[in-house]
C-alpha cells in the first residue's frame, strides 16, 4: 500500500524556539494533506488541510500563524509550530488521501511527538 | 452541534469471542464512513470503508454496518485475538467528498486471552 513517511519522530525543543515537521508521500502524489493533533487519550483533531501550490485551509480556533503549513511539492507538506510553548506539546499526524474521492484510504505517517520545554 | 460518539471508551472481551463497536454521529450526513485502527503512539491504520448506499461490507474478520437512518455504525471482529487489541476510530466524511473526514473519539479495545 501507500506509504506516508513523517519525521521526526519526536522532537524537544525549548519554549520560544520553531519545530519544523515534514510529511512525505513516498510512493504517491498528494495534492491535498491533512495535519491533525492528538492529545494523550483522546482522538485526532484535524488542524488544517494542506493544498499544494495554495494556501493552506485551517480549522475554526486554530492559528495559522502559529502553524504554518507549506506544501511545496505534490509529496511533502510541512508544519512549523512557531514560537513553541509547553501547551503546543502534542502527537502530530499528517494524513494523504490514496486514490480518487471516496475510493480509498488516507493513509497516515506515523506521527511526530512535540515536546516543549 | 455536531457530534461523533463511540459507544465506550474501552471494551474488554474474552479471546474468541466477538466485539462490537459502535460509531453514532449526529447532524452529519455522510456519504462515506471508515474505520481505523490506531496502536499506542502510532498513526491509525485504515481498515475498512463503507458508502452510504451500502449496509454491510467485509474483510476477513471484519465488518461493518453503517445504518444511515440511525446514524450509526457498527463495527465487528469475529473470533478476536490479543493481537487485535488497539483504539478503533470511525471517521465520517464531512464533505461528501471522500477525503476530509473527521474522526470519533476511539473506542480501546483490549482483548484478553
Known amino acids: 500500500g501507500a506509504v506516508v513517511s513523517q519525521h521526526p519522530s519526536w522532537v524537544i525543543c525549548k519554549s520560544g524556539t520553531s519545530v519544523k515537521i515534514e510529511c512525505r508521500s513516498l510512493?504517491?502524489?498528494?495534492?491535498?494533506m491533512f495535519w491533525y493533533r492528538q492529545f494523550p487519550k483522546q482522538s485526532l483533531m484535524l488542524m488544517a488541510t494542506s493544498n499544494e501550490g495554495s494556501k493552506a485551509t485551517y480549522e475554526q480556533g486554530v492559528e495559522k500563524d502559529k502553524f504554518l503549513i507549506n506544501h511545496a511539492s505534490l509529496t511533502l507538506s510541512t508544519l512549523t509550530v512557531t514560537s513553541a510553548h509547553p501547551e503546543d506539546s502534542s502527537f502530530y499526524i499528517c494524513?494523504?488521501?490514496?486514490?480518487?474521492?471516496?475510493?480509498?484510504?488516507?493513509?497516515f505517517g506515523e506521527g511526530s511527538r512535540l515536546t516543549v520545554l | 452541534s455536531q457530534k461523533i460518539e463511540q459507544n465506550s471508551e474501552a471494551l474488554n472481551i474474552q479471546e474468541g469471542k466477538t466485539a462490537t463497536l459502535t460509531c453514532n454521529y449526529t447532524?452529519?450526513?455522510?456519504?462515506?464512513l471508515q474505520w481505523y485502527r490506531q496502536d499506542p503512539g502510532r498513526g491509525p491504520v485504515f481498515l475498512l470503508l463503507?458508502?452510504?448506499?451500502?449496509k454491510e461490507k467485509r474483510k476477513e474478520r471484519l465488518k461493518v454496518t453503517f445504518d444511515t437512518t440511525l446514524k450509526q455504525s457498527l463495527f465487528h471482529i469475529t473470533a478476536s485475538q490479543p493481537a487485535d487489541s488497539a483504539t478503533y476510530l470511525c471517521a465520517l466524511d464531512r464533505d461528501n467528498y471522500g477525503q476530509n473526514f473527521v474522526f470519533g473519539p476511539g473506542t480501546r479495545l483490549s482483548v484478553l486471552p
Open positions: 510512493d504517491f502524489q498528494a495534492t491535498t
Open positions: 463503507i458508502r452510504e448506499n451500502e
Open positions: 494524513s494523504a488521501p490514496w486514490g480518487g474521492p471516496g475510493t480509498g484510504e488516507l493513509f
Open positions: 447532524n452529519y450526513s455522510p456519504a462515506y
